[in-house]
């Protein structure tokens, strides 16, 4: 009987032994791998941040052993989520600042600004947020009431788009704009020959001389805070635009200490460097800085959107060209020639065709570049083969579609409006579309871009039908366009975007079946924890 125990003790000792050792255990989960069969699994081992192996149950448990398992009482995993297209550092910026998003009149930007001031010691007043279409009057405001309201206070506050900022007049006045100041690319709106405080697009510059600049301590704050509110979303990585060097040198530095998000960097494009793209550049576990993120035009909502024809509700105005396309042939050869990919803001016609030909210029046939096209929101229906022509990935924003909606077509009219917002007609250029959110434009969950680019639809369910649902993607494509696809136009691929050996060991679990629940209940996914590199981040 002794011997028999004994042996039985030997053969569970030695099975024990055998087992390979991992630093975590997930099981009993239902995860989506996201990989080329969209297959599932129900368990997966983790070592040294990576995914050393995924499986059925009886396949993880029996091959590894870790003193840390994880019981997912079959909750849903996926691939930690990627925005394609955010402003990460602008966001904690204006975390930190007066919030006037969802504001219905100017009068309550007025109230806001009046209670902000009531406890705060500046006397710079910096905001974002405000929507003209979203008031009873839908014009773009003044700074009268700022100037008479608020006299020893200098206030700044910046359209939710950012292509436009209500200045006071102290900020004008410091800055020498007149009623005669012009810029390529940008508009001092005047009224009865008096600039009205707004600034719209490259116009911007001509007050940032004059606006105090941000601490460093500030910075590492929003950074904190942009950290926090991502990995809250199930972000494990972003694709931050427009930043500058001394930026993302900020960003590399925080990685060695607090940073623990995933970052793909675009460089605003300066012309000081563009002679020495060779010279610039980061490529870390938690880092990637190896293009160049350039304007073409506006916003629509703005009407600073390039088109082709004159905006429908405003027969004079066809929007402001930013980068005319001999700089956008200079920056697309520069690129070219010096391996950094090229990302362009383009939202009308006029700016994705003269994109798409200075790139086509440039590409000439399909390739392996990645270059992007950023927000691609409304192309002609004979410009969008050339996505497909010049292998361009279109980067777009499922709830600029459902935030747009009510007043896009006022804007474009009924034939254009066709070709706008069209994520599937996109997609199927190249087979893919990265997804993301323009965050701080819109809001930061990805659960909210998969629902709209699924449903098609507001959060409060309008329209009843989902609006242009011939351009809803499906589940899965939603799926791997907020994981898999932004790592394909990220060059990340290999290491990121789906839960596959050897892969970072980046996921999120959620208490909802994305691919199989309600369409009401998507929007009402929690999500429970986060894990970077297999470290736990977040947790409900």
Known sequence: MRITFLMIAAILLTACSSRKQADLIIHNAKIYMVDDAFGTA??????????????AEHQILNSYQSEEKI?????????????????????????????????????????????????YEGKWIRGRGWDQNDWKIKEFPTNDTLSKLFPDHFIVLKRVDGHAVLASENVLNLAGITSQSKIAGGEVVVFNDK??????????????????????????????????????EGLTTVCAGGLSEPDIDLINESHESFLKMRVYAMYSANNSFIDSLQTIGYKTERLTAKSIKLYTDGALGSRGAALLAPYSDDSLNSGLII????SIRKWAKACFENNFQLNVHCIGDRANRITLDAMGSVLKTA????????????????DQPKFGAYTIIPSMQPTHATSDMYWAEDRLGSERIDQAYALRSMMNQNGLIALG?????EHISPIKTFYAATVRKDISGFPE????????????????????????????????????????????????????CSKEAILKSNIIKTWVNGELVYTK
């Open 42 to 55: 129900q368990a997966m081992a983790l070592k040294d941040g990576k995914i050393i192996e995924i499986g």
């Open 71 to 119: 019981d997912a009482a079959l909750q849903f995993i996926y691939p930690g989520f990627i925005d394609a297209h955010s402003h990460f550092l602008g966001y904690g910026n204006e975390k930190q600042q007066l919030d006037l998003v969802g504001t219905t009149s100017f009068e309550e930007v007025v109230t806001k600004i009046s209670s902000y001031i009531s406890n």
């Open 195 to 232: 600039p009205t405080g707004v600034l719209m697009d490259e116009a911007e510059s001509l007050i940032q001389p004059v606006i105090p600049k941000y601490s460093k301590e500030f910075k590492l704050n929003s950074l904190k805070i942009a950290q926090e509110d991502c990995f809250t």
């Open 323 to 326: 980068a005319p396309e001999d």
């Open 367 to 382: 390739n392996d570049r990645r270059w992007r096209i950023e927000h691609a929101q409304v192309v002609h229906k004979d």
């Open 437 to 441: 959110t323009d965050f701080p434009v």
């Open 465 to 516: 039908d989902g609006f242009a649902m011939e351009e809803a993607l499906s589940r899965q494509e939603a799926l791997r366009g907020i994981t898999i696809w932004p790592a394909v136009a990220n060059f990340e691929d290999s290491v990121k975007g789906s839960l596959e050996v050897g892969k970072y060991a980046d996921f999120v679990m959620l208490d909802q079946d994305l691919m199989k």
